[in-house]
């Protein structure tokens, strides 16, 4: 007599088969280390404080020891490698005990990761983590007049700029006073040139290297023609000219120590007529020796002076671009020293 199959049990038995395996997975877990996880502080902290990880906007995290489902890890992993996920935190300060106060406080890394929403969403626990304290400065802002001052792309101040109005109201450290005390524009080329009509920017103050805070209120920069013309060029070759009273010009002569750093390519911006008058001058810089440094044998520190045409220095149509040679020389006696 044929026996008659029972499907249904059949599939029970499947089904049961299956979910206990998935309970396995489930309840099997590992843990794996992370590394290249950053602390940065979120925007939304309050404007009258500065918060920062010794004058850095974020931090990074050595290593994080993480803990989940066999799944869940595979899903990192993957996520991790092809670069989908990145594990960034962000610090409200506001939500961490005593960090309002201005001073010096620390961030236990540990207790902050736990109850990162970024973990939960991962499905995952923190094991371990390195290091475990964060130094966190927390700096009070207080509102003070800034002079505005314009600069271009490449840093040199465009002394011409008219800057309406010329000073702004900033939330700046309080111990910020005199030279501090200033909020700078930045104009690329092209604003440059729209800068003939007018430009509408937002100044800005810098706390830090690569933490910069704008101004609430925009400024507005126009720039005459002639300012605008200055363009960066570069001069070689540079050549060196010798300046000597009539004391010393036929008993010494100049040995230049340092001639690669002093002869290298000298940067400038100019109106193009005083680029070209400058490229028409027999020595691009002159080296004055003095009648007292023959005094000493040693060696001896000056930095040159550069050759550009006066007419358009006077009109402010030629400025170096980089900071000035400094020579070092000798003066090698050549003749024996006369006798008066």
């Known amino acids: 007599?044929?026996?008659?199959?029972?499907?249904?049990?059949?599939?029970?038995?499947?089904?049961?088969?299956?979910?206990?395996?998935?309970?396995?997975?489930?309840?099997?877990?590992e843990q794996f280390p992370v590394s290249?996880?950053?602390?940065?502080?979120?925007?939304?902290?309050?404007?009258?404080?500065?918060?920062?990880?010794?004058?850095?906007?974020?931090?990074?995290?050595k290593e994080i020891v993480l803990k989940g489902s066999s799944s869940k890890v595979v899903d990192v992993k993957r996520n991790l490698d092809e670069g989908s996920l990145a594990l960034e935190f962000f610090l409200v300060p506001e939500q961490e005990e005593a960090m309002t106060e201005p001073g010096q406080h620390f961030l236990e890394v540990p207790a902050f990761l736990k109850k990162s929403d970024l973990i939960k969403q991962l499905g995952l626990t923190v094991v371990s983590c390195e290091p475990t304290r964060i130094p966190v400065n927390v700096v009070k802002l207080v509102e003070k007049p800034l002079a505005v001052q314009c600069v271009g792309d490449d840093g040199n101040p465009l002394k011409n700029a008219n800057i309406t109005p010329s000073q702004v109201n900033m939330l700046v450290p309080a111990d910020w006073e005199m030279e501090k005390l200033v909020a700078w524009v930045s104009l690329t080329r092209a604003e440059l040139n729209q800068a003939k009509l007018a430009v509408l920017k937002?100044?800005?103050?810098?706390?830090?290297?690569?933490?910069?805070?704008?101004?609430?209120?925009?400024?507005?920069?126009?720039?005459?023609?002639?300012?605008?013309?200055?363009?960066?060029?570069?001069?070689?070759?540079?050549?060196?000219?010798?300046?000597?009273?009539?004391?010393?010009?036929?008993?010494?002569?100049?040995?230049?120590?340092?001639?690669?750093?002093?002869?290298?390519?000298?940067?400038?911006?100019?109106?193009?007529?005083?680029?070209?008058?400058?490229?028409?001058q027999p020595f691009k810089m002159i080296l004055f020796i003095l009648d007292d440094d023959k005094k000493t044998t040693d060696e001896l520190r000056r930095k040159v002076v550069y050759n550009f045409p006066e007419e358009f220095v006077r009109k402010d149509e030629i400025v170096l671009n980089q900071q000035p040679a400094e020579a070092q020389f000798k003066l090698i006696l050549i003749s024996p020293a006369k006798t008066p």
């Open 202 to 280: 937002k100044p800005f103050v810098k706390l830090a290297t690569g933490i910069v805070k704008e101004a609430d209120t925009t400024v507005k920069i126009t720039i005459p023609p002639e300012e605008i013309l200055l363009t960066s060029y570069t001069i070689t070759p540079a050549k060196l000219g010798f300046v000597f009273s009539a004391n010393l010009q036929e008993d010494y002569k100049v040995e230049l120590l340092n001639p690669d750093v002093v002869m290298g390519p000298i940067a400038i911006r100019a109106t193009l007529a005083a680029k070209q008058a400058y490229d028409q």
């Open 36 to 61: 290249n996880a950053t602390v940065s502080i979120a925007k939304s902290t309050n404007p009258n404080l500065w918060v920062s990880f010794n004058d850095k906007s974020s931090f990074s995290i």
């Open 1 to 29: 007599m044929q026996r008659k199959i029972n499907y249904g049990k059949m599939l029970a038995v499947i089904l049961l088969t299956a979910f206990i395996w998935i309970w396995a997975d489930l309840n099997k877990t």
